[in-house]
């Protein structure tokens, strides 16, 4: 048996944390392992569990709190604790906050309004190192929001998949404009297994941490729309 999904609930309202942790906590593979009302007790919750070996896998993160907001936490979390994922929260659609939370390394963002289903499916998503969102629904995400990457799609001075493959540049190419494994697949001529491996490999030489990363590294190096 598999250990369950550590997750740990950030929010500033009470009742939404009550809210999560009966939905989460109703699923056979993932268990709360704690909650916090605010950033600065968000980071003082991942640090101390991580540091008793029972660290969060993935943090499900409001983006509106008082005092240290959800950006600034998880700029902190995933610097200081990189296996950690996580899963911002908004209010809004294409949420400017949301965004800002992403391109400081969150692994992509859920409505809070979802159906339980969709945040089961997102904390698995993040945890297995996929987006929170679609491969094509993340793409439109960035596409839209392209404006606020500051000084995006500059190209690299070096190339930046000199260590990448002919393949696995093929497969990055194909990330970066939101296709998925089997779209991949299908393009490339591959099956989806051959894929899977590929995207394992290209993440692990870009450092990446997941698929939403890729997406956001090939905006900054200007490769977003090559091919």
Not at 24 to 47: K, M, R, S, W, Y
Not at 124 to 149: C, F, M, S, W
């Amino acid at each position: 048996m598999t250990d369950p999904i550590r997750v740990l609930l950030v929010d500033d309202q009470a009742l939404i944390r009550i809210g999560f942790r009966l939905v989460l906590e109703a699923e056979p593979d993932i268990l709360v392992v704690g909650e916090a009302g605010d950033g600065a007790a968000a980071l003082a919750q991942t640090a101390a569990l991580c540091r008793d070996g029972a660290g969060p896998d993935v943090v499900l993160m409001d983006v509106r709190m008082p005092g240290i907001d959800g950006i600034a936490a998880t700029a902190e979390i995933v610097q200081r604790h990189p296996s950690v994922r996580v899963l911002v929260l908004t209010t809004f659609d294409l949420d400017e906050y949301a965004f800002g939370a992403i391109r400081a390394g969150a692994s992509g963002f859920l409505l809070k309004d979802a159906e339980r289903t969709e945040l089961v499916a997102a904390v698995r998503a993040v945890h297995r190192g996929d987006g929170a969102l679609a491969p094509r629904a993340t793409r439109a995400l960035l596409d839209q929001l392209a404006p606020h990457l500051g000084e995006a799609a500059r190209p690299a001075a070096s190339d930046p998949l000199a260590e990448l493959t002919e393949r696995e540049r093929d497969v990055f190419h194909a990330i970066a404009q939101g296709l998925s494994n089997i779209e991949i697949a299908e393009r490339l001529f591959l099956s989806e297994s051959t894929v899977k491996t590929h995207v394992g490999r290209v993440l692990a030489k870009l450092d990446a941490r997941d698929r939403v990363h890729v997406v956001i590294l090939a905006y900054e190096w200007g490769l977003a729309g090559t091919a």
